[in-house]
C-alpha cells in the first residue's frame, strides 16, 4: 500500500541553522513526489516536486530510492520559513485519477 | 497558479442538518476534484475522488450515503454532509487539477472549510 511516513511532528531550529524534514515513503512502482508547505492562515500550495529537480525557497529534495526516502532540505533556515511541511506522493489510478497520499506533516519552527 | 475557493469557510450547524459545502475552479477547468478531510494534529486523510459527469469514488471507509458529492459542472463539486453528527466536525478541504496539463500532477487547494456540529 502507498504510505508516506514523516516521524517528525515537529521541528525548531535556529534561524541561519541547517534545515532537514524527512520523509519516506512506500510504495510498488515508480512513485512521483511532493512537498507541500502551509503557512498560517493560509491554503496548502505546492512547495516542490522531485520531477522538477528545482531549488524554490533555497528548498532542494532528493528522491533516493535506494532508501525510499524524499528529505527536504535547506541550508540555511530562515523565519519566514516557518510552516507546517507536508509530503506527499501521487496515487496513481487505473481511473487515471492521481489523488494525493499525504504524511502526517511537520511543524518548522525557527527560531530568531 | 490556478485558484480553488470553498464556500462557506466555516459553519456551525445543528446535529441532524446537513450541510453543502462547495468547490470552485476560479481560472480553469478540473474533471477531476479531490475530497479530503483534516483531523486535528493529524494529516490528510482522501475521502473522495469527485468526476464530472459521474459518480464519485469513495475511499475505503467513507460511507457515500453519508457524503454526497455532485460534480456538476467543470468548475464546482459539492459535498454534502447529510444528518451531520459531532464526530464530523472537521476541516473539509478541496483540490483540482487543471485540465490539459498532461503530464504535471500539481494539485491546486482551496482554502478549506471548517465544519462544527452541536
Known amino acids: 500500500a502507498q504510505r508516506v511516513t514523516q516521524p517528525e511532528k515537529l521541528l525548531s531550529v535556529f534561524k541561519g541553522a541547517p534545515v532537514e524534514l524527512k520523509c519516506n515513503y512506500s510504495y510498488s512502482g515508480s512513485p512521483e513526489l511532493f512537498w507541500y508547505v502551509q503557512y498560517s492562515r493560509q491554503r496548502l500550495q505546492l512547495l516542490l516536486r522531485h520531477i522538477s529537480r528545482e531549488s524554490i525557497k533555497g528548498f532542494t529534495a532528493d528522491l533516493n530510492k535506494g532508501e525510499t526516502s524524499f528529505h527536504l532540505k535547506k541550508p540555511f533556515a530562515q523565519e519566514e520559513d516557518s510552516a507546517m511541511y507536508y509530503c506527499a506522493l501521487i496515487k496513481f489510478r487505473n481511473s487515471g485519477n492521481t489523488p494525493l497520499v499525504f504524511g502526517k506533516g511537520t511543524r518548522l519552527s525557527v527560531i530568531a | 497558479g490556478a485558484v480553488v475557493s470553498q464556500h462557506p469557510s466555516r459553519v456551525i450547524c445543528k446535529s441532524g442538518t446537513s450541510v453543502k459545502i462547495e468547490c470552485r475552479s476560479l481560472d480553469f477547468q478540473a474533471t477531476t476534484m479531490f475530497w479530503y478531510r483534516q483531523f486535528p494534529k493529524k494529516s490528510l486523510m482522501l475521502m473522495a475522488t469527485s468526476n464530472e459527469g459521474s459518480k464519485a469514488t469513495y475511499e475505503q471507509g467513507v460511507e457515500k450515503d453519508k457524503f454526497l458529492i455532485n460534480h456538476a459542472s467543470l468548475t464546482l463539486s459539492t459535498l454534502t454532509v447529510t444528518s451531520a453528527h459531532p464526530e464530523d466536525s472537521s476541516f473539509y478541504i478541496c483540490?483540482?487539477?487543471?485540465?490539459?496539463?498532461?503530464?504535471?500532477?500539481?494539485?491546486?487547494f482551496g482554502p478549506g472549510t471548517r465544519l462544527t456540529v452541536l
Open positions: 483540490s483540482a487539477r487543471e485540465e490539459g496539463t498532461s503530464g504535471n500532477n500539481e494539485q491546486f
